[in-house]
């Protein structure tokens, strides 16, 4: 199952306790009490394993090293360990407290995200030291770390994402694509998460069904509506064995429109898909009503070479090509 929201803790290191000592050497006078250690910080980095937000399934409090006392002999305390943890690029991070977001939009050391900040150590009491006071017994203790929760909401950043209703042909349509090998059945919410494939460098998106009601919880509600957003053209795909394409068509624009207004505005090519299923006069009667919504609407079957072809001219176009 793909994890792709969960809410978890997060607490930084805090800063290790300066010490309070005094040189022990013989012939030698004076504080030598070393400071403490920085607590380590957590981090945030992008990988391209989309399962990656699973380890938090189970483990919900992340928590990294906390900084070393000082000690005697002006030796400081260790700093903590930063702790890095990998995330799905994509992956959007919801300060809770705070109420601030930050995306991890790329993958590598280079593009990490800072979530919580290791608190810093304190001064030994050798630090303390001045011509008024030679001996002084005063140390700091080190400074809390930063203790946050965040919710992390992995957002697809893909080129094309498909679209339509339960049972249409999408999983088929992108296994033929792109051998994504998605499930395949003759059954309503076969894709019960998304599934991507790679097209001669374009990301294509397999969205799970949506139906009526869908922007507000129903079927498989607004879980997948959200990963739609990043993607740059939808492929709508209408399938062949409906009794209204039309119906069809403006029941998943309506619920893209209720998600988010913006949705409507992306490039889309409108799909007629498992046109094998129809005998040439029935195919025609269904084209001539989808072309009064897009004259460019394509009748699709992986079982025919011919469209296949037609929809990678498409992707082609995209950037996608041999």
Same mark, same amino acid.
């Given at each position: 199952?793909?994890?792709?929201?969960?809410?978890?803790?997060?607490?930084?290191?805090?800063?290790?306790?300066?010490?309070?000592?005094?040189?022990?050497?013989?012939?030698? =006078?004076?504080?030598?009490?070393?400071?403490?250690? %920085?607590?380590?910080?957590?981090?945030?980095?992008?990988?391209?394993?989309?399962?990656?937000?699973?380890?938090?399934?189970?483990?919900?409090?992340?928590?990294?090293?906390?900084?070393?006392?000082?000690?005697?002999?002006?030796?400081?305390?260790?700093?903590?360990?930063?702790?890095?943890?990998?995330?799905?690029?994509?992956?959007?991070?919801?300060?809770?407290?705070?109420?601030?977001?930050?995306?991890?939009?790329?993958?590598?050391?280079?593009?990490?995200?800072?979530?919580? %900040?290791?608190?810093?150590?304190?001064?030994?009491?050798?630090?303390?030291?001045?011509?008024?006071?030679?001996?002084?017994?005063?140390?700091?203790?080190?400074?809390?770390?930063?203790?946050?929760?965040?919710? &992390?909401?992995?957002?697809?950043?893909?080129?094309?994402?498909?679209?339509?209703?339960?049972?249409?042909?999408?999983?088929?349509? &992108?296994?033929?694509?792109?051998?994504?090998?998605?499930?395949?059945?003759?059954?309503?919410?076969?894709? &019960?998460?998304?599934?991507?494939?790679?097209?001669?460098?374009?990301?294509?998106?397999?969205?799970?069904?949506?139906?009526?009601?869908?922007?507000?919880?129903?079927?498989?509600?607004?879980?997948? &509506?959200?990963?739609?957003?990043?993607?740059?053209?939808?492929?709508?795909?209408?399938?062949?064995?409906?009794?209204?394409?039309?119906?069809?068509?403006?029941?998943?624009?309506?619920?893209?429109?209720?998600?988010?207004?913006?949705?409507?505005?992306?490039?889309?090519?409108?799909?007629?898909?498992?046109?094998?299923? =129809?005998?040439?006069?029935?195919?025609?009667?269904?084209?001539?009503?989808? %072309?009064?919504?897009?004259?460019?609407?394509?009748?699709?079957?992986?079982?025919?070479?011919?469209?296949?072809?037609?929809?990678?001219?498409?992707?082609?176009?995209?950037?996608?090509?041999?």
């Amino acid at each position: 199952m793909l994890i792709d929201d969960v809410t978890i803790r997060v607490a930084a290191g805090h800063g290790g306790k300066g010490a309070i000592a005094f040189n022990k050497n013989m012939m030698a =006078l004076g504080p030598a009490g070393g400071s403490g250690g %920085k607590g380590g910080s957590v981090w945030a980095e992008g990988v391209s394993d989309l399962s990656a937000l699973g380890q938090f399934r189970y483990k919900k409090e992340i928590a990294a090293e906390d900084g070393q006392e000082g000690r005697g002999q002006f030796r400081d305390g260790h700093d903590g360990k930063d702790l890095v943890i990998n995330v799905p690029v994509g992956t959007i991070a919801h300060n809770l407290t705070t109420g601030e977001d930050a995306e991890i939009a790329h993958t590598g050391p280079d593009a990490r995200v800072l979530l919580a %900040k290791g608190g810093n150590g304190g001064k030994g009491n050798f630090l303390f030291r001045s011509s008024r006071n030679t001996s002084p017994k005063r140390s700091q203790p080190g400074l809390p770390g930063e203790s946050f929760t965040f919710r &992390l909401e992995l957002k697809f950043i893909a080129d094309v994402g498909f679209v339509g209703l339960p049972n249409v042909g999408k999983s088929s349509l &992108l296994n033929e694509l792109t051998q994504a090998k998605s499930k395949v059945a003759n059954y309503a919410f076969t894709t &019960l998460e998304p599934h991507l494939g790679a097209y001669y460098g374009l990301i294509l998106a397999d969205i799970p069904g949506l139906i009526e009601g869908s922007s507000k919880g129903k079927g498989l509600g607004t879980k997948f &509506l959200r990963h739609i957003e990043r993607t740059k053209v939808l492929f709508h795909c209408i399938s062949a064995e409906s009794n209204s394409p039309i119906g069809d068509y403006r029941t998943i624009r309506k619920e893209l429109g209720a998600y988010h207004s913006a949705l409507l505005k992306k490039p889309e090519h409108l799909f007629l898909t498992k046109a094998d299923t =129809l005998s040439p006069a029935e195919l025609k009667k269904k084209l001539t009503a989808l %072309k009064r919504i897009d004259p460019h609407v394509i009748p699709v079957s992986i079982l025919d070479d011919a469209s296949i072809a037609a929809v990678k001219k498409i992707l082609g176009s995209l950037g996608g090509g041999a």
